[in-house]
């Protein structure tokens, strides 16, 4: 009798431990698709927001080639649209706000190159190709004092090797000797200021 009632007792247990293992599996089916429905939607989430940056960043490189290449080409205003795009997706790149002012200097928009070029230093003081190119946009303006003072201040800061050192120093004497004919007194004044005036660029 005892073993029969033994055996009763273990075929109970077996009976209860199958039951709590079906309903365990039951509710598993129930909730953790729904679990893993929720990590997978993390991770997309994740993953499409870097698809994003990646898209952007490859835009931004390929319209920033695209107007160098239109820029070397003298296409300046379809090279202004490829910079005008560069500056939609990645305002604060001073390397677009050069080129979009020589684009605009090759349109002759002086007075907005100007901008450009101002705005470039602003992000970066030290960005060179800005001060010659805010040079030339001010010699399209007739302002030759404020031109020689970029040119100046692109010739300290650019290396004695620089491919455009010869040419920034020819166009710096071109201007002096025009400002000289034009206003003698302020012809001298500027060649005995030059010294100073490129030490506080820095």
Same mark, same amino acid.
């Given at each position: 009798?005892?073993?029969?009632?033994?055996?009763? #007792?273990?075929?109970?247990?077996?009976?209860?431990?199958?039951?709590?293992?079906?309903?365990?599996?039951?509710?598993?089916?129930?909730? &953790?698709?729904?679990?893993?429905?929720?990590?997978?939607? #993390?991770?997309?989430?994740?993953?499409?927001?870097?698809?994003?940056?990646?898209?952007?960043?490859?835009?931004?490189?390929?319209?920033? !080639?695209?107007?160098?290449?239109?820029?070397? !080409?003298?296409?300046?205003?379809?090279?202004?649209?490829?910079?005008?795009?560069?500056?939609?997706?990645?305002?604060?790149?001073?390397?677009?706000?050069?080129?979009?002012?020589?684009?605009?200097?090759? &349109?002759?928009?002086?007075?907005?190159?100007? !901008?450009?070029?101002?705005?470039?230093?602003?992000?970066?003081?030290?960005?060179?190709?800005?001060?010659?190119? *805010?040079?030339?946009?001010?010699?399209?303006?007739?302002?030759?004092?404020?031109? *020689?003072?970029?040119?100046?201040?692109? =010739?300290?800061?650019?290396? =004695? !090797? #620089?491919?455009?050192?010869?040419?920034?120093?020819?166009?710096?004497?071109?201007?002096?000797?025009?400002?000289?004919? $034009?206003?003698?007194? $302020?012809?001298?004044?500027?060649?005995?200021?030059?010294?100073?005036?490129?030490?506080? $660029?820095?």
């Amino acid at each position: 009798m005892e073993s029969q009632k033994s055996r009763r #007792d273990v075929r109970v247990r077996a009976l209860l431990i199958t039951a709590v293992l079906v309903i365990a599996g039951g509710l598993s089916i129930a909730y &953790l698709p729904n679990l893993w429905h929720a990590s997978v939607a #993390d991770g997309s989430e994740e993953a499409r927001a870097d698809h994003a940056r990646e898209k952007t960043a490859s835009e931004i490189r390929q319209r920033f !080639d695209e107007g160098v290449l239109m820029l070397n !080409d003298k296409k300046y205003e379809q090279a202004l649209k490829a910079f005008h795009r560069v500056l939609e997706l990645s305002p604060d790149m001073p390397e677009a706000h050069v080129n979009a002012g020589f684009a605009l200097n090759g &349109l002759g928009q002086y007075a907005v190159a100007r !901008d450009f070029f101002e705005g470039a230093i602003e992000l970066r003081k030290n960005q060179l190709n800005a001060y010659y190119g *805010l040079a030339e946009a001010l010699v399209g303006l007739q302002d030759y004092p404020g031109a *020689l003072g970029a040119m100046r201040t692109f =010739l300290h800061l650019a290396s =004695l !090797d #620089d491919p455009y050192r010869h040419m920034a120093e020819s166009a710096a004497r071109q201007w002096e000797s025009k400002m000289a004919e $034009t206003n003698p007194a $302020t012809g001298i004044a500027r060649k005995s200021a030059a010294p100073e005036q490129a030490g506080s $660029t820095h």
